[in-house]
């Protein structure tokens, strides 16, 4: 049963597919049959019209957007070609958006990650095949040789990436938080106040959950400048 706040993600091929409505209806109607019952609200619903060649996604990215803005969960109607894609799953795995498919309700971000690990299995299995051609090569008598005293330096890197994952989370948020405090202010919400407020009308949850007030807003604006 579905829970909270959702940000609908639709996608047709052609522009002759986004004017007619062909495609969108059959998924905007499995969207809403998945959300039947439960307590959710489906905060805005979001369509790309773009060629299957094209790894550009501005309709995605701004779904995702909204979707840190509102702590929401993408949801779109089917999984099978959006999988396939890989500027959905990289723009997907970097986004640190939760995901539900409708076609397959088990499926979600780590859903995502093993998508990513089959073309890192890929990878390995090169590197196996490399292994065991540097295997043939030493048992030749080819002079064979590395660095092994470096695992605290791969243990300090691997720490180093999360902490850099996670700022960049962070710093994606803001972004998306100053593009709309722009669109506030250009519609003459200007004080700290006025901010929070449009903020909150917006319901745009505040950085720890609940409401903005000017205090936050003003922490903000000095983090987007810092």
Known sequence: ????????????????????????????????????????RLVEEV??????KRNDRPELARALAACRLHNATLIIAKLDRLARNVAFIANLMDSGVDFVAVDMPQANRFTIHVLAAMAEHEAVAISTRTKAALARAKARGTKLGGDRGNLAHVAMAGAKASVMARQARAAARARDLEAVIADLRQHGQTSLRQLAAGLNKREIPAPRGGSWQAAQVARALRQMTA
């Open 1 to 40: 049963m579905a829970t909270g706040r959702h940000i609908a993600y639709y996608r047709v091929s052609t522009a002759r597919q986004g004017r007619s409505g062909l495609g969108l209806d059959a998924q905007r109607e499995a969207v809403r049959e998945y959300l039947n019952g439960g307590r959710w």
């Open 47 to 52: 369509t790309e019209i773009e060629s299957g």
